[in-house]
């Protein structure tokens, strides 16, 4: 049984950073993309960041690009977000997902693309 479980979150001021991690177990993690999403109160989730099974590839949506990097350890089976210059609108609940596929060739933007799914981790930005 694949599991993911976030952490890291927590309440900041507008320019502040922190760190998300997403601790995979149950699968080969190396093997799968990886990605993380959010869902602001009241609004529907929404796409982040992914990163290719070797970490040599990233995408962002526009949003966060300059501000945001996600990266992954593969020896130690976990994901990151950096999250700099946070920003108000950066309130969300942040999901990590791990892709259905192995080996994936592209960087999939779209929830659909992904199979698993961590529980969660509450970001507040207060300005």
């Known amino acids: 049984q694949v599991r993911l479980v976030e952490s890291g979150g927590g309440m900041v001021q507008a320019g502040d950073s922190l760190r998300l991690s997403c601790a995979a177990s149950?699968?080969?993690?190396?093997?799968?993309?990886m990605a993380w999403f959010r869902q602001p109160p009241g609004k529907e989730r929404k796409f982040v960041a992914t990163?290719?099974?070797?970490?040599?590839?990233?995408e962002y949506a526009d949003s966060v690009r300059g501000r945001f990097t996600i990266s992954r350890d593969n020896a130690k089976n976990t994901l990151y977000l950096q999250m700099n210059s946070l920003k108000p609108d950066d309130t969300a609940v942040y999901y990590c997902?791990?892709?259905?596929?192995?080996?994936?060739?592209?960087?999939?933007?779209?929830?659909?693309?992904?199979?698993?799914w961590g529980q969660g981790t509450q970001v507040t930005v207060s300005s």
């Open positions: 997902a791990a892709e259905r596929r192995e080996y994936g060739g592209f960087l999939y933007v779209g929830a659909e693309e992904y199979d698993t």
């Open positions: 990163i290719n099974f070797d970490g040599g590839r990233t």
């Open positions: 149950g699968r080969t993690f190396s093997n799968y993309g």
